[in-house]
Structure formats: C-alpha cells, structure tokens
C-alpha cells in the first residue's frame, strides 16, 4: 500500500525532473535568444492564446519585448524560435540542408502523407525537381479559360450576395472559387463548389480544413492519440476517407482516360490536345526511371488541392479586403481596365490582355507583401545552424 502510494509520487517526480534537466541543458544553449521565462510543464503554452487573433497578438507583444529580429518561446519542453529578421530568413529559406519541416505539419500526414509541402531530405529534392515543369508558362496559359468561366461565375455570386444590405461572408465565396479552380486545374474534374456548396465533397475540404487549424491551436489535440479519444475523432475519420475516396477514385479514372485519349491520338493525329491537368503530368512523370506510385501522385495532388485552394483564399480575400481600404487604388485598377479592355467591359480577357495589367501585377505583389497568405512556416532544426552570430540549435 505504501509502496504503491510512493511510486505514484516519486515516478511522476522523476519524470518532471529528467525533463527539467534537459529543458534546463537547452535554456544554456539557446542563451543567446531572448524571450518569455518558462514554467514547468507548460513552458510558455499558458500565454500563447487560443486562437488565431490571440496568439498573434502575443508574438506582437513578445516581438516588441525580446527582440525584432527574433524570439525564443516554449511550449512545454519543446523550444521554438520565431525569426522576422529579413536577413537571417533569407539564410533559412535559402538553405538546402534546413528543409525537414516542423513537427506540426504532421497535421497534415493522415490527408496528405509525403508530398512537397510535408517531405525532407532526398524525396523532397527529387519530387520538386519533376514538379517544377508542371508549372511552366504555357501550362498555366492552358487553363486560362479555366479561371475566367469560374471567376465570372465569382462575380455574379458575389453580385446576388451583395444585393440586399446583409453584410456578405467574402472570404467563404473566395474559398468555393478556389476550390473549383484548384479542382479542375490539379485533377482536370470540375465539382461546381460555388454552385454545389452542400455536395459531400466540399464539406469534407471544409471540415477537413477547420479539424487541422482547430488542432494547431490546441496543443494536447496534436496527439494522434489524445486526438483519437475525442468526440471529433469518428467525423474526422469519415472525412478523411471521403477526400482519399475522392482522389483515388479520379487517379483511376484520369489513368484510364488517358489511355483511351492516347490510343485516339494515335489513330488520329489531328485530334486537338487537350490541356493537362497537374494530375496528367504527375501521371506521366518519373523518378529514377520509374512511374510514380499511386500513393505518390495522391500525396502531391492532395498537397497541391490544400495548398492552391487554402492559400489562394487568403490572397484573394486580402486584396478584396484592402481594396476596399483603398478606393484610390481600386480607382487606376478600374481605369487600366477600361483602357485594355475597351468597350466591351464584360467579355472575359485574353491571356494577352491580363499580361498588359502592369498596375494589377503590382497590387498582387503588394497585397502578398503587406498580408502573406501563410503567416508562418515551420523548420526543425537537426543540427546546429549559425545565423547572424546567433545558433539555431538542435
């Protein structure tokens, strides 16, 4: 009896020791960074927020306290350093040994396994060199009239939306037009989004998206294991096997289609050429000379529908938003407009046309500027790295 009383005190002891030990080994190496004073257990984790505008609040407040070119924070026995210095970033960014991401992109495993945005080391490299292609100019011009059918269809919602005096959610409508495009333009299949809001499909994007950010910001969720005990879990599961259904399912039927266009081609070659979607040139890719799996294609489609539609939202939302902050600017974009465009205002641009929007170029790359669509991105660190006399240490 009193054995078992003391092992429940003393194990539970030991352990908060150990980790204190090694916590307190870190703090000597990581010195030279400045930052909030940890607590057991938690670290820093008690003052972070509980959600987005919270927390970046709080590094506001931990930037302006510790230092503006970088900050060192805890959650739990885990130590984080949020760098803004334009020079060190640049080192960081441009290192090809510091690309094993953070620990919270494994988020992001269950729905997109290994592809660009969550793999390291060997795959990583090999994987962006054949992605890189995908994007050349006369790519993208193949699905210009992609992105004009949908965003006039944006427009005409966003004109029904905004007929009476209700206050309109624009970022929702942003997402379902991103949706649409990255679905067609990633996996050459059209699902109607901003038509079909309530298709089973566009829920599990949507659910998919809030179970992750809703994780990220709760850090005991992170756990697969504390995760899969919670009420969310079951709804989690069904909507993850709905996105894999999904994609799976249009590999198999892109492959197929594939074959049968090419049998086509070649009985007859003056068939036009049909655009190729990033799934058609993953599919007809290779590494080492070899095909890419199954799984390989459905880790670098699934990453490019989460990255394209996600971040693609919050760019369009940020530039509506800051348009509307300045009706000075919307003012010579409205004017470069007319002045290509000529008359008719409502015929849909040419790829010519769009190239000649100088002033429309230098918003976008103003708006990314002043508001990135990614606020944060995270790097581990797997051995020293010294950046501006400071260290980045393991």
Request: hydrophobic share 40%; aromatic share 12%.
């Amino acid at each position: 009896m009193w054995f078992a009383v003391l092992a429940l005190v003393v194990l539970p002891l030991l352990v908060l020791v150990y980790f204190e030990l090694g916590a307190l080994h870190r703090r000597r190496l990581l010195k030279e960074f400045n930052g909030p004073t940890p607590i057991p257990v938690l670290g820093n984790a008690h003052r972070i927020g509980k959600n987005p505008a919270e927390i970046l609040a709080t590094f506001f407040e931990w930037w302006h306290d510790y230092g503006k070119d970088n900050f060192l924070f805890w959650t739990g026995y885990s130590s984080h350093i949020v760098v803004t210095n334009p020079k060190q970033l640049e080192y960081i960014l441009n290192s090809q040994q510091l690309i094993q991401k953070s620990t919270i992109y494994t988020l992001l495993h269950p729905w997109l396994g290994f592809g660009l945005l969550t793999s390291h080391g060997i795959k990583w490299h090999k994987h962006r060199k054949m992605i890189t292609p995908s994007f050349h100019f006369n790519i993208l011009q193949d699905f210009h009239e992609v992105m004009n059918e949908n965003s006039s269809k944006f427009v005409e919602q966003l004109k029904k939306a905004s007929a009476g005096d209700s206050i309109i959610d624009f970022q929702e409508h942003a997402n379902y037009l991103t949706l649409d495009v990255i679905c067609d333009t990633a996996m050459g299949v059209p699902i109607n989004a901003m038509e079909q809001r309530d298709s089973s499909i566009v829920q599990a994007f949507r659910d998919m998206c809030y179970n992750i950010n809703m994780r990220a910001f709760h850090p005991f969720k992170r756990s697969n294991r504390v995760f899969s005990l919670t009420p969310e879990f079951p709804a989690y599961q069904r909507t993850l096997k709905t996105l894999q259904d999904f994609t799976y399912d249009i590999i198999e039927k892109r492959v197929e289609a594939l074959q049968n266009g090419s049998s086509q081609q070649e009985q007859d070659p003056s068939l036009p050429r049909k655009k190729m979607a990033f799934l058609d040139t993953l599919l007809s890719s290779t590494i080492d000379g070899r095909p890419l799996t199954r799984q390989e294609i459905y880790e670098e489609v699934s990453t490019f529908m989460f990255e394209g539609h996600d971040t693609t939202t919050s760019g369009v939302s940020f530039a509506g938003y800051l348009l509307s902050r300045h009706p000075d600017v919307q003012l010579k974009l409205y004017q470069e407009q007319c002045e290509i465009m000529g008359d008719d205002m409502n015929r849909n641009a040419s790829f010519q046309e769009i190239s000649q929007m100088k002033y429309l170029d230098m918003f976008i790359k103003e708006v990314q500027r002043v508001y990135p669509s990614v606020p944060f991105i995270g790097r581990y660190c797997d051995k020293d790295y010294n950046i501006s006399k400071q260290v980045l240490v393991i």
